[in-house]
């Protein structure tokens, strides 16, 4: 089970963390991934980090602004994200992968930017 938190309703420029917080599977073997929706629009890849080390991607409208991490003794995954602009408005969801397959998601976490 994948369970975000911290979405809410932030002015441009301003920051949020969201978390993930993961059960009933063996986190620490999994990629995880932010995954974000907006309305009318598809879902789009955020950020992933593999399930051991630190290595991260970023798609290009994030990267400087957000910083994915993990910890895997907690088996918590999160998103720091800064600069928010209102583009960044979307329903962000956190998933579980090993190799090219999700076999987990949360339910997703509202993110809205806007003064």
């Known amino acids: 089970q994948l369970v975000e938190s911290g979405g809410g309703l932030v002015q441009p420029g301003g920051s949020l963390t969201l978390s993930c917080a993961v059960s009933?599977?063996?986190?620490?073997?999994?990629?995880m991934s932010w995954y974000r929706q907006a309305p009318g629009k598809e879902r789009e890849l955020v950020a992933s980090?593999?399930?051991?080390?630190?290595?991260?991607n970023y798609a290009d409208s994030v990267k400087g602004r957000f910083t994915l991490s993990r910890d895997n003794a907690k088996n918590m995954m999160y998103l720091q994200m800064n600069s928010l602009k209102p583009e960044d408005t979307a329903v962000y969801y956190c998933?579980?992968?090993?190799?090219?397959?999700?076999?987990?998601w949360g339910q997703g976490t509202q993110v809205t930017v806007s003064s």
């Open positions: 998933a579980a992968a090993l190799g090219n397959r999700y076999y987990f």
């Open positions: 009933g599977f063996s986190f620490g073997i999994y990629a």
């Open positions: 980090i593999r399930s051991v080390g630190a290595d991260t």
